[in-house]
């Protein structure tokens, strides 16, 4: 809570450079925003607090993306797939497999996922901004956007060489918290005084190694439901799931145990709070695995994330709120420009619970949902487009945050081309969309499918 006390600053800040698309946040959607961009002829940046790119998947260590796929049918092209297949040529990854999501919990889902190692998605997302010719900005953190009338021009960051701004042409608000664009007036939903405290729980993801991954594979899922049960009971576990993703060798288990309820991530107490008793957490459920877990008895704690994982703060309310019934409905936008797959994924805010489930069919999200009311200059993507919460749990896995991005910085180096003030049409972005590979209908994601080896022969 902010005192009484005020000082006031007065502050000469130099003007660093000039681009046409600047993206803020490079996470899994402004990483691909920025690349995006920059291949579609923008002068692009991307800003990033943290010291890589990449985001939840690599600062917060969730190492799996998910959203790819609804059913047999793959929804993420484009650079989000060209990334899964950078990933692969690095050694990060096996590829897609199997998996069942939440497996010890009441409502485990069966989808397939694809697990990565955090440190070489770094290096892929190094390499793929170099090669697309963005200019990266680590351990930089924006501080506010530069507005005009009724326009976002640019920001303003700190860094360890000081406070500088840049002008945009266009501003992609890939923070997650739409935080540039809360900043410029635009309306947003989530942070509700209510809402503050009972938002989805955080969760501080950790990595063990010297797993014996197979063997606590092989358990039935009776036996490792039973174990969760018991750890939450004994308040050592701190929800019911014993979820974990693994990288190539099958030697270590990237965990998401720890559960952190009540915290408001746009407060910098709360945030602090989290990532302390995340790790009080962390410290509770390694005890657990080594004790009483087969395959973890010999394991050693690797690593915990750089941040705690975020799942909900702001969401913008844009041209279009995307509503559950968008999704369960399957309804059809002309100006569709990214597919979600599920799964529909809320965690209980202030219980150990979890509702998971799959939409019957890919679903589409319209370019209107990345586009403020009446603030021109911005675009906003990932985690914080205009969706209601139980919308927003099915549209914020980093599948679908990739298919934003691509949109966001499509759109945002059509916009920065534009002749001041005119918007690019729909049809443009999902043109130049489709010819970078992207899928932006859920009849283009069929067709590839059925031209795809079938997903049920992956191994699990
Ligand atoms: C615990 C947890 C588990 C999850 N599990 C999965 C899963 O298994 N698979 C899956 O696909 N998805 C999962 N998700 C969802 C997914 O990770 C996020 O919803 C997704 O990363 C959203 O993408 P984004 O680009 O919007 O945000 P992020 O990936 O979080 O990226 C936002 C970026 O913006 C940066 N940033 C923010 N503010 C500023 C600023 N002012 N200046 C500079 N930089 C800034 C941040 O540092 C960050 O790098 C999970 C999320 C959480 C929290």
């Given at each position: 809570m902010p005192g009484n006390e005020f000082i006031n600053e007065s502050l000469s800040t130099p003007v660093l450079s000039r681009y046409d698309v600047v993206v803020v946040g490079g996470g899994a959607s402004g990483l691909v925003a920025a690349v995006a961009a920059a291949r579609s002829g923008a002068r692009t940046a991307v800003i990033e607090?943290?010291?890589?790119?990449?985001g939840t998947g690599t600062a917060g260590m969730v190492a799996q993306w998910i959203g790819f796929f609804n059913g047999p049918v793959r929804v993420v092209g484009g650079i989000g797939f060209e990334l899964t297949e950078r990933v692969r040529a690095l050694g990060g990854s096996t590829g897609f497999r199997r998996y069942t999501l939440?497996?010890?919990?009441s409502s485990p889902v069966t989808i397939t996922n694809f697990p990565f190692n955090p440190e070489v998605l770094k290096i892929a997302a190094d390499e793929i901004t170099r090669e697309a010719g963005v200019d990266v900005y680590l351990h930089s953190q924006v501080v506010r956007p530069l507005l005009g009338e009724r326009r976002v021009e640019g920001v303003v960051i700190e860094n360890a060489s000081g406070r500088s701004a840049l002008r945009a042409a266009m501003v992609v608000d890939a923070s997650g918290d739409a935080a540039v664009a809360a900043a410029s007036g635009v309306p947003f939903a989530g942070a509700e005084p209510e809402l503050r405290h009972h938002r989805q729980p955080c969760t501080l993801v950790f990595r063990m190694s010297n797993v014996d991954v197979k063997t606590f594979r092989a358990l039935p899922r009776e036996t490792k439901r039973a174990l969760a049960v018991e750890g939450v009971q004994q308040g050592r576990?701190?929800?019911e799931s014993l979820s974990f993703c693994s990288t190539p060798?099958?030697?270590?288990a990237i965990c998401l145990m720890s559960r952190i309820p009540g915290i408001d991530a746009l407060d910098a107490g709360d945030l602090t709070r989290a990532e302390q008793t995340g790790r009080q957490q962390v410290k509770s459920v390694v005890d657990f695995l080594r004790e009483r877990v087969p395959g973890f008895e010999a394991s050693v704690l690797a690593g915990i994330a750089e941040r705690v994982g975020v799942r909900e703060t702001r969401r913008i309310v844009g041209r279009h709120t995307l509503t559950e019934s968008d999704i369960v409905g399957g309804v059809r936008f002309a100006d569709a420009v990214a597919l979600g797959a599920g799964p529909m994924d809320l965690h209980e805010a202030g219980g150990t619970g979890i509702a998971l489930w799959m939409p019957p069919a890919p679903f589409e999200i319209p370019l209107a949902c990345l586009l403020p009311q009446e603030v021109g200059g911005l675009v906003v993507t990932g985690r914080a487009i205009s969706a209601t919460r139980e919308a927003n749990g099915g549209a914020r896995h980093m599948g679908t945050a990739m298919c934003l991005g691509h949109a966001a910085g499509v759109y945002a180096a059509l916009a920065a081309a534009a002749p001041a003030g005119r918007e690019p049409a729909a049809e443009d972005v999902r043109r130049v969309l489709v010819e970078q590979n992207a899928l932006v209908s859920s009849d283009a994601a069929v067709q590839l499918s059925e031209r795809e080896a079938p997903i049920e022969a992956l191994p699990a």
């Open positions: 607090r943290s010291g890589c790119l990449g939440a497996e010890a919990s576990l701190f929800w060798g099958e030697k270590d």
